[in-house]
C-alpha cells in the first residue's frame, strides 16, 4: 500500500484497523496460551503498521505464505536454506529491506504479517510448536525475519553491512531496521551507530519503539538512556522524536528526506489500547498471568473488545 494522495485518510483509517488488529490477535494469542509478549503490541502496533503499509517499499505477494517446516540452522554444510525474508517478498534494487531486530516481538511480527496479508492466518496455531519456524524468539528462519537478531543489537550491524554493500553497488532501496529502545543499552549498537555514520549510509533508517521498559523493569530503573535524541544526534545521525503511537507523525517523519542515517524515536505506551496492562506490577517484558482470576478479567476484557 502506498499514501494515497487523493484521500489520505483512506490510508490513516486503514494503518489504524490493521494496528487494532494486531494487538487483539496477540491478546487472544496471551489469553489462550497463559502468556505472551503483550505489551510490545501495545506499544508496537501503530510502527509496524505504518512499516508494512507505506513506509517500507517491499515486493507484494499474491497470496499469504504458509510457514515453512523448520529443517536446519544455516551452515557450511547446509546452505540450501530460505529465510523468512521470503515473507517480505522479492529482492530487487530499487525496493527496500527491513531487519527486525528485536526477536522477541516474534509474535507481534507475525500478528502484523497476517493483518497486512503476508502470512497465513492459521500460523499462529504452530507457535512456539517443535518442528516449525514460528518460533517464540524470531531467528533467521521465522516468518519477517532475515537474519538471527538475538541477543539483543545485532540487527544494526548485520543490516549496517547491507546497506554499506548497496550503497556500494548503486543501489536505490533503502535499508530499514526496527528496534526496541533497550538495545540502546548495548554496546554493539554504539559501535555500529558510529560505524554507520563514518561511511555516510544515507540509505539506512532506524525506527524504534521507546516503550521505556525492559525485562527487569522500567528502563530509568535498571538503566537510562536518555536523554537518547541527544546521544543518537552526537554520532552523526539525523534523528525525529515522535509519538510512536500517532499514525500521521509516523508517516511524516518516516517519508521525510534526510541526508543522513536517521533515526526515528517513536516514544510509545506499553499499555495503549489494552489499559489494563497498567493494573500489572512494573516489570511488562512478558505477560504470564500469575492467577486465573486475572485470565478470566483479560478474557472478558478481550470479549467485550470490538
Request: glycine share 8%.
Amino acid at each position: 500500500m502506498s499514501i494515497s494522495k487523493s484521500n489520505p485518510q483512506m490510508d490513516i483509517e486503514k494503518i489504524a484497523s490493521i494496528a487494532h488488529g494486531i494487538r487483539h490477535r496477540v491478546l487472544e494469542h496471551t489469553v489462550k496460551n497463559n502468556g505472551g509478549y503483550l505489551s510490545q503490541a501495545c506499544s508496537s502496533a501503530e510502527i509496524l503498521a505504518c512499516l508494512y503499509t507505506n513506509l517500507v517499499n517491499l515486493s507484494p505477494l499474491p497470496a499469504p505464505l504458509e510457514p515453512r517446516d523448520f529443517v536446519n540452522v544455516p551452515s557450511k554444510n547446509f546452505t540450501d536454506y530460505i529465510t523468512g525474508a521470503e515473507f517480505h517478498g522479492k529482492k530487487g534494487p530499487d525496493l527496500d529491506r527491513l531487519f527486525i531486530s528485536p526477536a522477541h516481538y516474534a509474535l507481534v511480527i507475525y500478528a502484523a504479517l497476517i493483518e497486512t496479508g503476508r502470512l497465513t492466518e492459521k500460523s499462529l496455531e504452530k507457535f512456539n510448536k517443535d518442528g516449525t519456524t514460528v518460533e517464540m524468539i524470531g531467528a533467521e528462519h521465522s516468518p519477517g525475519f532475515e537474519t538471527t537478531t538475538g541477543s539483543l543489537a545485532q540487527a544494526i550491524s548485520q543490516a549496517g553491512g547491507v546497506a554499506l554493500a548497496r550503497k556500494l553497488r548503486g543501489e536505490s532501496g533503502k535499508t530499514w531496521i526496527f528496534m526496541s529502545d533497550g538495545e540502546f543499552q548495548e554496546g554493539q549498537t554504539w559501535e555500529a551507530l558510529s560505524a554507520i555514520s563514518f561511511h555516510e549510509l544515507n540509505n539506512i533508517r532506524i525506527i524504534v519503539d521507546v516503550n521505556r521498559n525492559q525485562v527487569d523493569g522500567p528502563m530509568e530503573k535498571v538503566m537510562s538512556i536518555e536523554p537518547l535524541i541527544d546521544r543518537i544526534k552526537s554520532f552523526g545521525w539525523d534523528v525525529d522524536k515522535i509519538d510512536g503511537n500517532d499514525i500521521n507523525q509516523i508517516l511524516q517523519s518516516g517519508f521525510s528526506a534526510s541526508n543522513k542515517p536517521k533515526v526515528i524515536l517513536g516514544y510509545t505506551d506499553p499499555a495503549k489500547g489494552i489499559e489494563i496492562l497498567k493494573d500489572r506490577p512494573d516489570a511488562l517484558h512478558y505477560v504470564r498471568f500469575a492467577h486465573p482470576f486475572e485470565k478470566i478479567k483479560y478474557n472478558n476484557f478481550l470479549k467485550a473488545w470490538k
